[in-house]
């Protein structure tokens, strides 16, 4: 009965921002980890952002300082709001539940450490 379904993506110009959204059903988002991956045309799935139980906060440096992780616990959400973005942002974006209970580097190096995936939001970057 786990499910964690994104919302939020659509066509954004470089420099603009976005906001993507994760409800998750159940489980309870501040009970596990959660990250955020994308998929670019072409490219491997990469991971982007997670967040932990604990409020602990990983980025990758492509997107650090442009975007931030957070979560509404009353709702079950977490977000990834999206700023300064640049046509190499375009991908689809994914949430995911860890298998793991720490938030690190290593947590999204690994797409296979998410134990469960939602079916993705398309972001496109474009002028």
């Known amino acids: 009965q786990v499910q964690l379904v994104e919302s939020g993506g659509g066509l954004v110009q470089p420099g603009g921002s976005l906001r993507l959204s994760c409800a998750a059903s159940g489980f309870t988002v501040n009970s596990y980890v959660v990250g955020w991956f994308r998929q670019a045309p072409g490219k491997e799935r990469e991971g982007v952002s997670c967040i932990s139980a604990s409020g602990v906060t990983y980025y990758a440096d492509s997107v650090k300082g442009r975007f931030t992780i957070s979560r509404d616990n009353a709702n079950n959400t977490v977000f990834l709001q999206m700023n300064s973005l640049k046509p190499e942002d375009t991908a689809v974006y994914y949430c995911?539940?860890?298998?793991?209970?720490?938030?690190?580097?290593?947590?999204?190096?690994?797409?296979?450490?998410?134990?469960?995936w939602g079916k993705g939001t398309l972001v496109t970057v474009s002028s």
């Open positions: 995911a539940r860890s298998r793991y209970t720490h938030c690190r580097g290593y947590t999204i190096a690994a797409p296979g450490g998410m134990d469960f």
